[in-house]
């Protein structure tokens, strides 16, 4: 089954670190560009960061930008979301996306999702 599983949800203090995981399952990810989005009950769904398939090229929401890091280990098929300094407003779902256009990716136009995992920010 062709799938993307995220991983490494967790609730944290504010200022705390996590690293969220998103395997792909069942196809390789090298050839996808992979985006993280996230939303918080009530909203819409936010791009956070994307990583292009060919050279790594990276793209952040200026909300992330500094404390948020994509990268992706192509020996496990998988893209990780560093987050650092992590602040009350950054709880939310996360959840990866593939396609194979980052234009499209970043947009939330993707041929696959996971299904997401819980982050929670709180003192």
């Known amino acids: 089954q062709v799938q993307l599983v995220e991983s490494g949800g967790d609730s944290v203090q504010p200022g705390g670190s996590l690293r969220l995981s998103c395997a792909g399952s069942?196809?390789?990810?090298?050839?996808?560009?992979v985006a993280w989005f996230r939303q918080r009950p009530g909203e819409e769904r936010e791009f956070v960061a994307a990583?292009?398939?060919?050279?790594?090229?990276?793209y952040y929401a200026d909300s992330v930008r500094g404390r948020f890091t994509i990268s992706r280990d192509r020996a496990k098929n998988t893209v990780y979301l560093q987050m650092n300094s992590l602040k009350p407003e950054d709880t939310a779902v996360y959840y990866c996306?593939?396609?194979?256009?980052?234009?499209?990716?970043?947009?939330?136009?993707?041929?696959?999702w996971g299904q997401g995992t819980q982050v929670t920010v709180s003192s």
């Open positions: 990583i292009s398939w060919s050279v790594g090229n990276t």
């Open positions: 996306a593939a396609g194979d256009r980052s234009g499209a990716v970043v947009r939330g136009d993707a041929s696959h």
């Open positions: 069942g196809f390789t990810l090298d050839y996808y560009a």
